[in-house]
């Protein structure tokens, strides 16, 4: 247990002050979903797939305290950089980082008794191989718990760049974007088959929204969070000598279309999904 002293955080420290603004906001709708559905109890074994710069990752290890561990697995080596950071400064003793791809999770068989996930087992590149994994790695009994964006997400920005496309006789270019949402944003009944496939029981399901807002088109495009996160895979639609000219048009048609609706709205329908491992412990072939 902590002492008094060792629960003290100093505000007069840039470190601690700098770990305050710690969740990407775009990721804290789903945060909050997927943290009203986790059990609070003790003595658990946690892992979270795709933990990033650790949210919800550390609002987990700390609140269900110092009897239970958790481990965050994700390859992108920066943002582990930055949660092994926050995970000194804030002295949370029960959370630890793994570098690596969740397709492939260095754990013994039966290891688990949560497996979380917010926005990350959508992203990563193999997603049947990810949930096999992580029913090997689940106790019976264990759940899996995650959240993903569904494929209506920003449709309001899509029928733009389609009819950019459309206006500058790049239809070829529309298939690669359905395919771009497809491989970005499951349906639901892709989850749940491949969870069923893997061998999770489907045990709820809740379904919300959020909305992006903005004034114009241009504040969008120069958003740091869609310029880090949206834009390389938006790019990625494109052959690269027509990306500069094709997303001037789409500014220019996001601009008029603020000017006429009076902002910019993206809609983000989310899920997130609770599975249970409820066959017997896995063994190896
Ligand atoms: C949208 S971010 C979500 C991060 C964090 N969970 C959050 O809510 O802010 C998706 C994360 O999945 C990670 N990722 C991509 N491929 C992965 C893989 N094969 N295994 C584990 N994580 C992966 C990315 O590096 C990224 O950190």
Known sequence: MKSLSDRFLNPDDPDVTGILDDAPLWSVPFGLLLLDRIPMKQNLRVLDIGCGTGFPMLEVAQRLGPGSSIWGIDPWKAALDRLSRKIKIMGIENAKVIHGKAEELPFEDNTFDLIISNNGINN????????????????????LIFTVNLPETMTEFYDVYEKVLLMTGLHAYIPAIHH???QKRRPVEDWKAMASEAGFMLKDIRFDTFTYRFASGTALLDYAFIRLAFMPSWLEILDEPMQAMVFQLIENELNRLAAERKEISLNIPFACFLFENRQSPHKRE
């Open 180 to 182: 771009h949402i497809r």
């Open 124 to 143: 990563v590149a193999d997603p049947l191989h990810v949930m096999q994994e992580c029913r090997r790695t689940a106790k019976p009994g264990a759940e």
